[in-house]
Every structure is written in structure tokens, then in C-alpha cells.
T-cell receptor
Framework: DAGVIQSPRHEVTEMGQEVTLRCKPI?????LFWYRQTMMRGLELLIY????????DSGMPEDRFSAKMPNASFSTLKIQPSEPRDSAVYFC????????????????FGEGSRLTVL | AQTVTQSQPEMSVQEAETVTLSCTYD???????LFWYKQPPSRQMILVIR??????QNATENRFSVNFQKAAKSFSLKISDSQLGDTAMYFC???????????FGQGTRLTINP
């Protein structure tokens, strides 16, 4: 089975530009998570979805960030307008619901999108 | 809120040696799950090992094993016969049984020297 697929792998943009990161979760996974990784703050959860519905977006830094999941196989994280402090690696991860027997809730990660805002 | 602490920012050992990475966590719950993830230079996060808090037996996966001390809230990772390919960032993570998200520690950068 294919893993979590993210695009682009690298993005370099200028301050003020719109950035869209994309994610295709593993088929059959009920949950999708967006994490941000920086040297200063480590791995931070931005938002997660259950069955395409946003459940907790308390980690989204501010209104410049938005995330959508229009269907079970696609999600986007958008930053508009982007700022240099948004430079980070953004990870998408997915997993099955924990109602599944013996499921400890292991997350499967994509390879991440490295964003650089100049 | 739960927190995860990894007190060793960096570690370095020689190939074939055994190394132990430390992790402590803070929670008031009794049922939860603990994980160690590896992040090699390729950047992708890979699950190394997992432990259910209700299990007393320490988890083992080939050369990787954990020392789970529930009362002390400690969850260390031991890598035996270390290999060059073990060079990576290692993250300890916690998930309470009723929650959906993983909380990660700050990571330990492990270097295996030839």
C-alpha cells in the first residue's frame, strides 16, 4: 500500500505569497493530522480531521492558516499571506480510528513539505 | 496537559555499542500509549516501537527495546548493536487513551560513528 503522500516536497516562496500544501492519506484511515516541525518548537499539532471533519484546530497559529479536507483522500493546508516565521517542515499523518481492536493509534507520516518563506 | 521530556539533545556512540535514550512524561491518566519514532535525514517519521501502559512487559522489536517504568513515568529506548543506519533524530511520543493526538518530546539527535 502507498503511504501518506505529500506535495510539494520543497517550496520556496516570498513573503506575502499564498502557499498550499497537499496531502493524500492512506486509504481507509479515518484520521488525518497536520503537524509543523521547527527547531525552536519541535513538532506541533496544527489541526486534525476525523472522517473529513475538522475536530481540533486549536493549534493553528492564526487566521492566515486554513485547512480543508474535501474528501477522504485529500487534504490541503493553506497559508495566506505567508511570512518568514512560517518557514518549517509541515507533516501530514494519518491513522485508523482507535475503535479498531488492538489499534494503539500509530500515526503514519508523509515525508513532509519543507517551506521556506523569504 | 500532558508533556513529554527528552533530556538528551544529542548523543553519539560507536557502531556496535548499546545506547539508551531517555524519555519522561507527565500525565494523571492511567491508560495511555507511548511511542518512539525515528526521523532519519530523509525526514520521514518512522515508528520504531510502541508500548501500551496497561502492559507490564516491556516492548521489544529486534535490536530495539524499551524500559517502561510506569510509576516513574519513564520510557527509555535501548538500541543494541547499534548500526550506522540508526543515525537519526529520535522522538518520544505520548497519547492518552481518550485523546486523538500524539504529544511529542523535543527529540534526541543520535549519531552512530564508524
Amino acid at each position: 500500500d502507498a503511504g501518506v503522500i505529500q506535495s510539494p516536497r520543497h517550496e520556496v516562496t516570498e513573503m506575502g505569497q499564498e502557499v498550499t500544501l497537499r496531502c493524500k492519506p492512506i486509504s481507509g484511515h479515518d484520521y488525518l493530522f497536520w503537524y509543523r516541525q521547527t527547531m525552536m518548537r519541535g513538532l506541533e499539532l496544527l489541526i486534525y480531521f476525523n472522517n473529513n471533519v475538522p475536530i481540533d484546530d486549536s493549534g493553528m497559529p492564526e487566521d492566515r492558516f486554513s485547512a480543508k479536507m474535501p474528501n477522504a483522500s485529500f487534504s490541503t493546508l493553506k497559508i495566506q499571506p505567508s511570512e518568514p516565521r512560517d518557514s518549517a517542515v509541515y507533516f501530514c499523518a494519518s491513522r485508523r480510528g482507535t475503535a479498531v481492536t488492538a489499534n494503539t493509534g500509530e500515526l503514519f507520516f508523509g515525508e513532509g513539505s519543507r517551506l521556506t518563506v523569504l | 496537559a500532558q508533556t513529554v521530556t527528552q533530556s538528551q539533545p544529542e548523543m553519539s556512540v560507536q557502531e556496535a555499542e548499546t545506547v539508551t535514550l531517555s524519555c519522561t512524561y507527565d500525565t494523571s491518566e492511567s491508560n495511555y500509549y507511548l511511542f518512539w519514532y525515528k526521523q532519519p535525514p530523509s525526514r520521514q517519521m518512522i515508528l520504531v516501537i510502541r508500548q501500551e501502559a496497561y502492559k507490564q512487559q516491556n516492548a521489544t522489536e529486534n535490536r530495539f527495546s524499551v524500559n517502561f517504568q510506569k510509576a516513574a513515568k519513564s520510557f527509555s529506548l535501548k538500541i543494541s548493536d547499534s548500526q550506522l543506519g540508526d543515525t537519526a533524530m529520535y522522538f518520544c511520543a505520548f497519547r492518552s487513551q481518550g485523546a486523538q493526538k500524539l504529544v511529542f518530546g523535543q527529540g534526541t539527535r543520535l549519531t552512530i560513528n564508524p
